[in-house]
């Protein structure tokens, strides 16, 4: 009987690129006519660089109430909007922006196209604007941090690691940037180092809860579950009203702890505090983050129903997401189901390629390159395809066509720039290998993800039966009696403490024979 699995849910690493929380305190580098309007203005700044993103919100709308013609407070404006996920209030915000912006000073007037750009989706316009700023103020902080941010979405990490460095050295203190140059590590796999710009980041700005929670984030890639949830704590006792007011750094950090409660077996505990994410959650996008973490969270539980409620309810928050389609493609292989599996992946493809024609402009046929060369520059289709790929792996091992499924896997790999999308492949190749009885090789491919994460139960549970196949019983035993001990205070319905039972069982029998 072919052994089933679950896909480790990646920690996502929501890292919104904060191009908006931009301002020089020293100068009034921004035009209005009222002196209280810039008093709110530079309170907005302040929140937005803290990421208290409502608060900031209710500080540009009181500049704007004093001054409608306040073009830069306008521009924030529709960054916030777009970023809590009120996307036509945030483009209008960014249209008004900018038809206010016209008899500005340059640098100003720059910098709100810069700002604006990403809500009115005007690539030219931003890489026009970004390169004009860069030849006229080359020694200012602000093209610098636009830059580096770009780079950054377009992955191109190292680039953009020397990028916000330039920015560092001419203003120090923004704290910011050491948040971006810490994930930016961890992507690249230099978690030490990650989490010594986040430590950094906690220096320059104590008083903050973001510090906190990300460094808690980069402590759950390395399976730091106990010191994850500290940082997560911190960062709600910094910040108390996170935990009661709807706001979507709260809600995030919920969700963070509910990822580290998983870790450690916690499951009914990460499951209340994903309701609390879920009720502090603002914007449908939020809300449906909240419940693919569930889903995840039930699907790695074998509670496969509660696991498609939750998407379900996803569902009905956006008309199609490719992302639930990977989702659900896990959960009905899981099951043994491949008439759904089949069904997902027809109706995925489908929608990607409508995806992709609507991108286009067109209609009727489009050839193979128009399509190869829209995905290289389109990373929402690129995403949307990269899911429609993984859809295609469990279609491969529902048939135990596992040589398509390899050669699926090992080109996502290749094309994967963030080292934890690299982890979660290589994850399933090793899972892979399982299914093919190549025990040999699944631990060769299992060894470099323990040393990241050497705390992870599935790695752990992945090595020992592997062991346990390659006839290593007394090394494979010592593996799950250690899991079990340390997971004494899990749940006693924990997945992973019941499937380490039934190893040691299992290794023990075989001992007797």
Known sequence: MKTKWVIITAVVVTTLIITAAISLRTERDVTTRSEQAYNYYLSGVENMERLYNAEAIEYFESAVQLDSAFASAWANLGYLYKAMGRSEEGKLAAKRANNLSVDLPEKERLNITLLTAESLKDKEIFEAALELM????????????????????????????????????????????YNSLGYIHAQLGFYDEAIVFLKKYIFIAPDQANPHDSLGEIYLMVGRYIDALEQFRQAIAVKPTLAVEPNNLGSAIYIHMARALKGVG?????????????????????????????????????????????????DKLKSYDHYIALIR????????????????????????????????????????????????????????????????????????????ALKCLKSLKEKAVFSISKNWIQYLITK?????????????????????????????????????????????????????????????DWSKREEAIALRSEITDMALQ
């Open 134 to 177: 860069l030849e006229r103020y080359p020694r200012e902080f602000e093209p610098h941090y636009y830059k580096a941010s770009s780079l950054w979405g377009q992955g191109k990490l190292e680039e953009a690691i020397e990028e916000f460095k330039i920015a560092l050295e001419i203003n120090p203190n923004f704290a910011l940037a």
């Open 266 to 314: 916690k499951i009914n505990d990460a499951d209340e505090k994903l309701s609390k994410a879920e009720d502090l959650a603002v914007g449908s996008w939020k809300k449906r983050e909240v419940l693919f973490e569930r889903a995840w969270m039930y699907a790695g539980q074998k509670s496969y129903d509660q696991a498609l409620l939750a998407l379900d309810k996803a």
């Open 329 to 404: 493609s896990n959960i009905y292989y899981e099951l043994d189901n491949p008439s759904k599996l089949a069904e997902i992946l027809e109706e995925d493809t489908k929608q990607l390629n409508a995806d992709i024609l609507k991108c286009l402009g067109g209609s009727g046929d489009i050839t193979e390159e128009q399509i190869a060369e829209h995905l290289e520059n389109c990373k929402y289709c690129e995403t949307n395809k990269r899911h429609n790929d993984y859809i295609k792996v469990f279609a491969h091992l529902q048939a135990d066509d596992y040589a398509e």
């Open 432 to 492: 892979t290998y399982v299914e093919m009885e190549e025990y040999q090789l699944a631990l060769k491919s299992v060894e470099p993800l323990l040393v990241v994460n050497p705390y992870n139960a599935e790695l752990i549970l992945l090595k020992a039966k592997a062991l346990t196949h390659l006839g290593e019983r007394e090394s494979a035993l010592k593996i799950v009696e250690d899991f079990i001990a340390a997971s004494d205070n899990a749940d006693p």
